[in-house]
């Protein structure tokens, strides 16, 4: 079955500087990647995906970045402001019916004032 | 207010009692899933369900049971034989994807927190 490693575990940057979180995953069939995140106390919610026919998609000031043959793909998040501090999931699935949801182990991001 | 809802959010029980957890959603998806949420572990998926009456084993369904007698609800029971319940569980909903459709976002609930001793 699929397996999804994420590293780093822990992130602290300065407020303003960038962040990037990678992830690898085990499965080529895989066809989408989603980015969750969960702040302190609350529910994960998507903040940005890609499916496995796109390269790279952009969204403010996020971005996730894909490579299929060597099956990573990494969130990038530039200014980083201090609401960016949470618990930061991807993910891989199957684009099938339901989705089979398979999530890397988190990465805390701290940003920095 | 739509949603997907999850009761109680706290939950505490004796070792050797089975558990209900409740999970409803008025989100018209036909998709539902169960995780468990470990310090560490990121979120690992325990049933799914892709339309009422029908539901598969996640990676991690030993000791658990669920049902979906209807679109909006699909309960879960963490039962004795779970060796190690006490977690925090999410349930999350989703439209049945297809090749066609952009919407492929789980939404999920609040948690419950389990802890047994």
């Known amino acids: 079955g699929e397996n999804v490693e994420q590293h780093p575990s822990t992130l602290s940057v300065q407020e303003g500087d960038s962040a990037v979180i990678k992830c690898t995953y085990s499965?080529?069939?895989?066809?989408?990647f989603p980015w969750y995140k969960q702040e302190l106390g609350k529910r994960p919610q998507l903040i940005i995906d890609?499916?496995?026919?796109?390269g790279e998609k952009k969204d403010q000031r996020i971005a996730v970045t894909l490579n299929k043959t060597a099956k990573h793909f990494s969130l990038h998040i530039t200014e980083t402001q201090p609401e960016d501090s949470a618990v930061y999931f991807c993910a891989a699935s199957k684009l099938q019916g339901a989705q089979k949801l398979v999530f890397g182990q988190g990465t805390r991001l701290t940003i920095n004032p | 207010d739509g949603g997907i809802t999850q009761s109680p959010k706290y939950l505490f029980r004796k070792e050797g009692q089975n558990v209900t957890l409740s999970c409803e959603q008025n989100?018209?998806?036909?998709?539902m899933y169960w995780y468990r949420q470990d310090p560490g572990q990121g979120l690992r998926l325990i049933y799914y369900?892709?339309?009422?009456?029908?539901?598969q084993k996640g990676d991690i369904a030993e000791g658990y049971s669920v049902s979906r007698e209807k679109k909006e609800s699909f309960p879960l029971t963490v039962t004795s034989a779970q060796k190690n319940p006490t977690a925090f569980y999410l349930c999350a909903s989703s439209i049945r994807t297809s090749g066609a459709r952009r919407d492929y976002e789980q939404y999920f609930g609040p948690g419950t927190r389990l802890t047994v001793t």
């Open positions: 989100l018209n998806h036909d998709a």
């Open positions: 369900s892709q339309i009422v009456n029908d539901f």
């Open positions: 890609i499916r496995s026919n796109v």
């Open positions: 499965d080529s069939a895989s066809n989408y």
